[in-house]
């Protein structure tokens, strides 16, 4: 097998480069000492009081540019809209609220920060039928098993793979647990499958498959950085279905035409970084 390259640690930069005064003074605060637990709460919590202090509230973009009309046709090929949906990792993230706007009636956004959970349960979001806020631990889940059609996380198991193999393992094994044995663990992640599929495929319950699908960055991989490691893919997001079938339901040409809506804007957005790119090498 080829060496792994760092998908974790461009994970991590692409989540903190878009708030550059919060990461120099977090940089700062770590340069003497041990490295920041990227699982643990301590880290996520100064992360966001410092960005609330500097008035950087900008982590609401969608992650790696993977939103609701991306999300939307692989969710509904295999959940109803009435299914309860729990979101791990949510951050500050809009998707719960898009979500529920959309029609989804029973979402959970768990976050292990107390703070940015405050944030949330302070605003608008507050009170909203149908979307529950919690301060949650992904790799220790308070919920009984059984309790969800849906597990859906966005990049959370590449920040707790910065910190060592044993997290993402107890995250993916408690996302099977609070699953119903008809549910579905969605997991979108800049993990090829040569290095990540190992994960689902020791934690999956006997039976259940996984299914791999791509979508193309926002922002294109430097070349320098593929050329690491040509046969895998770096230049896509990687997004996993694990269920008790891995085969969807077809997509409802209204579906579908949104699927392909969505890709043409990504591979757009990407143009159009590259472009912006070359223009300030210039």
């Known amino acids: 097998m080829a060496p792994r390259t760092s998908c974790i640690g461009l994970s991590i930069v ?10 120099a003074e977090l940089v700062a605060e770590n340069a003497s000492g041990s490295s920041p637990q990227y699982g643990g709460s301590t880290f996520w919590d100064e992360l966001y009081t410092a960005s609330e202090r500097e008035g950087l509230m ?7 540019g993977v939103g609701l009309a991306s999300l939307t046709p692989m969710l509904e090929a295999r959940l109803s809209r009435d299914a309860s949906l729990l979101i791990l990792g949510c951050g500050d993230s809009q998707l719960p609220e898009e979500l529920l706007n ?13 703070k940015v959970i405050k944030q949330k349960t302070s605003g608008i979001s507050e009170g909203r039928p149908g979307l529950k806020w919690l301060c949650e631990d992904a790799a220790a889940l308070s919920f009984s ?6 597990v859906l996380e966005l990049g959370l198991l590449d920040s707790l793979a910065a910190d060592g193999e044993e997290a993402p393992l107890r995250a993916v094994g408690e996302a099977y647990r609070v699953l119903r044995d008809t549910g579905t663990f969605f997991s979108v992640s800049t993990e090829p499958p040569l290095y990540r599929a190992a994960l689902f495929n020791g934690k999956a319950p006997r039976g259940w498959t996984t299914e791999v699908s791509s979508l193309p960055r926002q922002r294109a991989i430097d070349e320098r950085i593929r050329a690491l490691d040509p046969p895998v893919s770096l230049g896509d997001i990687s997004v996993y279905a694990s269920s008790a ?10 579906a579908a035409a949104m699927y392909e809506a969505a890709i043409r804007g990504i591979r757009e957005q990407a143009l159009a970084n590259d472009v912006q790119e070359k223009l300030k090498d210039s």
């Open 14 to 23: 692409c989540i903190l480069r878009f708030v550059p005064e919060v990461c």
């Open 58 to 64: 900008n982590f609401s973009h969608p992650w790696q």
């Open 102 to 114: 959309a029609g989804w009636r029973n979402v959970t956004a768990v976050d292990i920060s107390s």
């Open 145 to 150: 098993s059984s309790s969800f059609d849906g």
């Open 245 to 254: 079938s891995a085969a969807p339901k077809p997509m409802a040409s209204e």
